[in-house]
């Protein structure tokens, strides 16, 4: 976890290591003075380490805690896009895409899809857990078409079938790239949490 913080978060300084060490020695009283803010007496904005589940497109999940800064440099994304999933503001449901990552603001499902990870603010939600737990399944779980393809093909080559499209086109949504899979478990999720609330 250490050697993934450390790949993730952007290197500090030296100079202004040792510039922060010398401003925070405790005073008479034991406190170290200016708590919460920089060097120079000014406040931190939009510097605040965050956990988020990532889970990659084999489905392995990990934990990791990285800045707002980070994210926007890996997912190549601007900040207003990353203000949709701050849990403090209530934006209407929205589907973002850009070029490099979707950026998806579904009722309890907040997360950046990218071509081979996604992103999601780790939430003790249950939703969000279900998310997961169903996004794993589905990376995890073999492709339902390719038996009934392999059948398919044995099946024409036997009646003298030449059918090009069987060999190289399958429609099945197994075979969708990561992004459309998880985009369609995160959609999912989001029907599942509407539905709750109309029946409760």
Partial sequence: MAD???RLLPPKPASAVNLREASYRPTASGR???QGMDFLGLKKRGQGVRSWIRVDASGNSQIIEVDKFTVMRRCDLPARDLRLLDP???YPST???REKAIVVNL???RCIITADEVLLLNSLDSYVLQYVVELQRRLTAPA???G???EDADLNRRRGCSNFDNGFVNTSPDYLPFEFRALE???EAACTFLDAQVCA
């Fill in 144 to 146: 339902m078409g390719e």
């Fill in 32 to 34: 170290q003075p200016f």
């Fill in 95 to 97: 589907i973002l895409g």
């Fill in 4 to 6: 993934l913080k450390e």
């Fill in 148 to 150: 009934w393809q392999m």
């Fill in 185 to 187: 478990v995160a959609l």
């Fill in 88 to 90: 403090l503001f209530v």
């Fill in 107 to 109: 009722e309890q499902i």
